[in-house]
T-cell receptor, first 111, second 111 residues
Framework: RKEVEQDPGPFNVPEGATVAFNCTYS??????FFWYRQDCRKEPKLLMS???SGNEDGRFTAQLNRASQYISLLIRDSKLSDSATYLC????????????FGQGTTLQVKP | EPEVTQTPSHQVTQMGQEVILRCVPI?????FYWYRQILGQKVEFLVS????????KSEIFDDQFSVERPDGSNFTLKIRSTKLEDSAMYFC?????????FGPGTRLTVL
């Protein structure tokens, strides 16, 4: 299994749709997880941190299943401005802060 | 809101030349990182830096690369003799409370 694996998409959805992205990770010792958003040719921006079973922030919900080593990101009521690449990010267990990035899932929200 | 800054935004250099990429992390952050992203590929860890020393480096970070924190604000990445394959976006990040914040990046083009 790859360290962090995501479906690259693209996901093309209409405005207002609900969309979910999945991510699997290989290191069972990982304790924290992150979703970053990256716009084209820009830096990754932290969207959500996940430390326990899940986290919710407005239209965004992240869920963690440790047994299956699986994280998901759900976006409700998609906006045009949600169009971006969503990166699943997992720290290594080396305690040096090193982050392992997935390849990203591209979302295109259409009017 | 405090943010990580990077200069220059774009650097063009000839193969074999030295380049220095500069970063100003968020003040009061203590952990610093460099990542790179080759066009169309995922973000890759290069090096982590804490307490004026490298805490972890990747296989990419060979002896052509070095990092320095020459004063209380700047954090630099030097590539001694650039190769064509060093062309990429280089992101600096700083960390607080287990969350990393990325600068806007320097696009390095090696000709």
């Amino acid at each position: 299994r790859k360290e962090v694996e995501q479906d690259p998409g693209p996901f093309n959805v209409p405005e207002g749709a609900t969309v979910a992205f999945n991510c699997t990770y290989s290191n069972s010792a990982s304790q924290s997880f992150f979703w970053y958003r990256q716009d084209c040719r820009k830096e990754p921006k932290l969207l959500m941190s996940v430390y326990s079973s899940g986290n919710e922030d407005g239209r965004f919900t992240a869920q963690l299943n440790r047994a299956s080593q699986y994280i998901s990101l759900l976006i409700r009521d998609s906006k045009l401005s949600d169009s971006a690449t969503y990166l699943c990010v997992v720290p290594t267990s080396s305690n040096t802060g090193k982050l392992i990035f997935g390849q990203g899932t591209t979302l295109q929200v259409k009017p | 809101e405090p943010e990580v800054t990077q200069t220059p935004s774009h650097q063009v250099t000839q193969m074999g030349q030295e380049v220095i990429l500069r970063c100003v992390p968020i003040s009061n952050h203590l952990y610093f990182y460099w990542y790179r992203q080759i066009l169309g590929q995922k973000v890759e860890f290069l090096v982590s830096f804490y307490n004026n020393e490298i805490s972890e480096k990747s296989e990419i970070f060979d002896d052509q690369f070095s990092v320095e924190r020459p004063d209380g604000s700047n954090f630099t990445l030097k590539i001694r003799s650039t190769k064509l394959e060093d062309s990429a976006m280089y992101f600096c990040a700083s960390e607080a409370r287990n969350e990393q914040f990325f600068g806007p990046g320097t696009r390095l083009t090696v000709l």
